[in-house]
Every structure is written in C-alpha cells, then in structure tokens.
C-alpha cells in the first residue's frame, strides 16, 4: 500500500480566487504596502504606530501558529493550555482547507461511483457462470440417462443400462421434471413432460409393489411440483413447455388414490409401509414395522393436494398421522426410529436424526409452514413438537469433537438411558437447513432481527444450524476427494479409533473425524447443499455459496462420467476413488437444483413463499404472493 499522500503540501496554502500559491504573510503585506493606505497611514505620527502595532501582532501570530498536520494530537494538559491563551492568537490563525482523505489504490475504486455497477456485475457474473455450470452438469446427467435409460427409475452410468430399484415408475423422469423447469432446460422440460404424458400412467396402472414414502415424496411431489410451476392454479401454461398442468394434477391424483390404501387399510392412523399398485392392496413391511420419517413425512403432498383438487381426503389421512404422533410419549421431544401400524406404538428406544428418524423432524415445522400466514390454530401443536424437539436435540444429541470442537449431533441407540453413539450420518445434514428455516420462518435474519421476530429459542437454533453446518462442509473437506462419507464417527473423550481419517492430510480436522470402512461411500447426497442453500438464503452469508462450489467443483472431478451421467463412489478416502455405478433420481432432483439455487438469485422460489418436500419438490405455502420466475 502506497504511504505517498494523494496531494503537494503546496496545496495547503493557497488563494481561493486565483489558485496561486501565496503564503499568508504574502497576503498581508501584499495588500498593505500596495495600496494607498499605507501612503495615507505612514504620513502622521499616529499612523506609523498603528503601523508598527499591526507588524508585531503579525510577527506574533507568525510565531505562535502550527499547522494542525504538525502538531498532531494535543494531550488534554495541552488542550487546556491552548484554551486559556490569548484569544487573538485563534482570531489571526488562518486554518489550512480540510485535506482530502489518504485512500488506498482499491478504496479509491471502491468509492468511485461509476466503478461500483461493474464490480457488482463481476460478483454476479461469476455466480451466474458458475450457475450455468450446474445446469450444464443436470443436462449431461440427463443426456447419459435419457441415452441408456429413459424410463428406468435410476441410470447405471458405467454399465449404461437403465435399473429399477424404486418401482419402476420412471422415478428419474418425474424427479428431474421441477429441475429443469426452475433451469429452463426447455427441452428437458418437453422431453420428460412427453414421457409422463404417455407412459406413466399406464405404469401406475401395470406394477406391483412400491414403497408409500419414497414414491410419495419423489413421485406423487414431483408431479404435483411440476403442475404448479407449469402455472397449473392460474389454468394456464403460456410458457412452460411439455403437457398442460391438468396432466400432471390427474396423474398425481390417481396415484394418490391407489396410495391412499396404504392408510385406509392400516388398523391404527399408521400408515403400512408399501402398496401394490395394479391392484391397490397395502401390506406393512416384512418385519411388520415402519418407520417413524416415512409415516410422517407424506403430509405436505397430501395437503397440497387437497389443495389444488379441492378433495380434503387426502389430507385428512396424512394428517391423522401427524395428530396420533403428537399423542404419543417422546423423550424431550425425540422419537424412537420406528413405529407399528398394529398397534399404533413407537417400537424400540433407538433416537438418531439420521436413516428412519431424519424427515420426521423436518415436516414438524414444514407442514407448519406450509399453512401461510393463517397458522391454523389447530396445527399449533407441530409448531410447539417442533420446538420441544430441538431443545431434546441441543440437551441430549449435540456434543464437541476433540481436539478441535467440531459440533456434531450423536444417537442415542438404547435410548435416553443407554449410552451415547457419536455417529453422524450424511442424512442428519438437513438439519442446519430446518433449523434456521424454523428460526425465521423464510426471511432472512437480518429482517428477522430488525422486525424483532426472533426469539431466544431461534437464535439458539440458528447458531446451532451455523455451527452445524461447519461440520458438514468439513466432513467432505477432510477427504481425499473433497466429498463427504456416507456416516463419520468424531473423537471423543469417550471414543476414538486411530487410522480411519479421511485422507486430506491438510486438514485441520484430520483427528477429529473418524471414518470406518465401511462407511467411506458416497451416493451424490444432497443434505448439506440443501443445508447451504437455505443458509445463504437466511444469512447472506457469501462463504456457504463458496462451499458449495467447492463440493460441486469436487462431484465434477471425481464422480462425472464422460458418457454421460455422474456416479456414486465406494471409498472418499482414496485417489483415485472406486466408482460405484449408479446415478440416484436424487442427484438431479435435489442435489443439481439446491447448487443451482444457491448459486442464484434469491428472489427465485423464495422461502418465504414455497416449502420444500423432503426430495426438494416444492410446494407454494398458503396465502403467498408467489414468485417462480427464473
């Protein structure tokens, strides 16, 4: 940084009018002896006194006077001196103008004001290229699926062939559908729009078995996604490419009618587990249980469509589920992992947020939220499990690593009694993501904060999401491949394994995250994008969007396959990575969409306006003045 000041010390004394450098006995003198006064004045004895008077006043304020940028800054003894002095030495002192400021090189660019639109547009033009990246990676994945596996529900990538593990109703095509709408893949939109048109409803009407909460939030969501961002509630679609909206709403709505058996065939509001589609037959699973997440992670769809058909059964029997947990003794607020449609009873002790527990949480404050400013008074009670919750997960889940205090959340496998587990899955990473959309509700926190909006509670919780959102990002930093395992264990004072670290040897966290291996996969998960995204949104924090560039930056070096489509991986820990051979629907339909988002502009499905599904679909929240643009 130049110490040069930005002006000449000439500049300090100068003539207004003429801009010519003039001391000030120049001034004075010039003007005195040059006009006829000092003729009329040095003629009388009278006048050569005054004369003479006037030259020792101007030798005396000569001698006492500093400049200010001499004399630096007076001691207060000094300050009390000057004040007491002589008041004409303060009436001849002539100040110097105010000097202009010292400014670095870059704050003189910074306050130029006709620099300040093209840096702007500099830090917005890196995001939206580095936004077109990810549309450019959801297209390659789409291209390798679309070539060797459209109508499948998931693409092996390396193999090239197209996998059924999920039902075989195309989970894929109607997962990525939002997706590309929110990009503007057009063409994406057309081709899977097309697809949906003609076959799925003759799938629905043909398979067997499928799962109630995996085709609920991935298929029933995405079509009902889909038929509101083709414009579906206005009766129009003057843009959208693909079929008109009513398609998408008579699909899902036939689907649901044959899911719906899931409940209505239950002995208790405890939905089984799995439903035969061609003949619309429910069944629990084979040990005869479900899990708690899965049960009460179907709410928000069947509200929504209820919503649009104006057919209140679908929501009534979601939301029985939600009305019988909430009688339901907990443990602070937490709940065992599963759950019997027999008897209507919690089954077992084991409380983790991760795999069976996880979205059970999540819906308590969406399904709230999903009510828009009404807040339905007889949904309070989400809201208020909701809170008990998170005050269970701060007191019995949240601990400290060692030696460097990472916050993570544990699980309690034998319950509040039995002994603690320090395991995190990846799954537990929407956590920071809910916990700060609780906090405030879709605003952002620094409006949160000035309406005075946030509670004790909340800022509690947002620290906590802060917090534990760090963690996330260091669990995939902490690798070899910069992507995170499927499950970490970290170093406790009462835990710890030497050897199993993540291979990034640069890592301040090498000690503190510990990964079996047996847990070193990584299946393209999106919880800590989700969480990210939801974080930047509320925080304006800019470092969340820089983690999350770098974890894409780290699935385009190490998961991206050149034929098209992107893959799982076996171990993180190694270079180069053992590649699994699969492209899960949740890569295109979650992760691909939050990175785009979070690398966009705020006002595209703001959260203030839409509530997110568990596989990212999302749903307009009542009495909101929507905003879907992009």
Known sequence: MSKNLPYSMKDVHYDNAKFRPRSFFKVITQSLFTSNIKRDCTSCSTGKFLLLLLIFGLMYAMLTHKSPIQSGIRTTEEYKSVNTSSRFGRFWRRKPPRLPPRLTPDEKVGNNSFNRGPKLTNVGSKWMDRQRDVKEAFIHSWSGYKKYAMGYDELQPLSKIGTDGLGGLGATVVDALDTAMIMSADDIVSEAGSWIETHLLDRINQKGQVNLFETTIRVLGGLLSAYHLSGGEQEMNPTAKGPRPIVYLDIAKKLADRLLTAFTSSPTPIPFSDVVLRDSTAHPAPDGLSSTSEVSTLQLEFNYLSTVTGDPKYSMEAMK???????????????????????????????????????????????????????????????????????????????????????????????????????????????????????????????????????????????????????????????????????????????????????????????????????????????TVESLFVLYRITEDPKYREWGWQIFEAFEKYTKVDSGGYTSLDDVTMLPPRRRDKMETFFLGETLKYLYLLFGDSSVIPLDQFVFNSEAHPFPIRGSHITTAS
């Open 321 to 527: 589920v939600l009305e019988h947990l909430k009688t339901l003794p907990k443990v602070e607020g937490l709940v065992p992992i599963y759950i019997s449609p027999h008897s209507g009873e919690f089954n077992g002790e084991n409380i983790r947020l991760g795999s069976r527990g996880d979205s059970y949480y999540e819906y308590l404050i969406k399904v709230w939220l999903q009510q828009g400013t009404s807040h339905s008074s007889n949904l309070t009670y989400l809201h208020d499990m909701y809170e008990e919750a998170m005050k269970g997960v701060r007191h019995l889940l949240v601990r400290k690593s060692i030696p460097n205090g990472l916050v993570f959340v544990g699980e309690l496998p034998y319950g509040s009694t039995g002994s603690y587990s320090p395991k995190m899955d990846h799954l537990v990473f929407f956590l920071p993501g809910t916990l700060a959309l609780g906090a405030t509700k879709g605003i952002t926190k620094e409006k949160a904060m000035k309406d005075n909006l946030l509670t004790f509670e909340d800022l509690e919780n947002l620290k906590l999401a802060e917090d534990l959102a760090k963690t996330c990002f260091e669990m995939y930093s902490v690798t070899s491949t910069g992507l995170s395992p499927e499950i970490a264990y970290f170093h406790t004072q009462e835990y710890y394994e030497g050897s199993l670290d993540g291979g990034n040897k640069s890592s301040e966290y090498l000690n503190d995250i510990i990964i079996k291996h047996a847990d070193r996969h990584n299946l393209l998960r999106p919880e």
